[in-house]
């Protein structure tokens, strides 16, 4: 079984940056595919970030590309989401994801969820 906690969400400037952590529990923390996805409210939740389980390969949606950087700490059993240039419309709680089959780009669905931490762009 694995645990996941969110942390670093809060409320931003448009054009802020903030840092999101997540916490994993499980001593093979280093053999799962990690990730970050987003909901907002009426939407359903969309992928932002996955890295490999080596941290090798990440993968981006192309709203944040380019602004958000996913990064891990298999030491550490932490990943974090760097997102900078915030602007309004990635206002979204955002949860944190852990997949032992690695990343499946189009189709991901992580077996593995957190409870979310709200991040809020304001203008």
């Known amino acids: 079984q694995v645990q996941l906690v969110e942390s670093g969400g809060g409320l931003v400037q448009a054009g802020g940056s903030l840092r999101l952590f997540c916490s994993a529990s499980?001593?093979?923390?280093?053999?799962?595919?990690m990730g970050w996805f987003r909901r907002t409210p009426g939407k359903k939740r969309e992928f932002v970030a996955a890295?490999?389980?080596?941290?090798?390969?990440?993968y981006y949606a192309d709203s944040v590309k380019g602004r958000f950087t996913i990064s891990r700490d298999n030491v550490k059993n932490s990943v974090y989401l760097q997102m900078n240039s915030l602007n309004l419309e990635d206002t979204a709680v955002y949860y944190c994801?852990?997949?032992?089959?690695?990343?499946?780009?189009?189709?991901?669905?992580?077996?593995?969820w957190g409870q979310g931490t709200q991040v809020t762009v304001s203008s």
């Open positions: 890295i490999s389980a080596s941290g090798g390969s990440t």
């Open positions: 994801a852990a997949d032992t089959r690695g990343v499946t780009i189009g189709s991901w669905s992580p077996n593995y």
């Open positions: 499980g001593r093979t923390y280093s053999t799962y595919a």
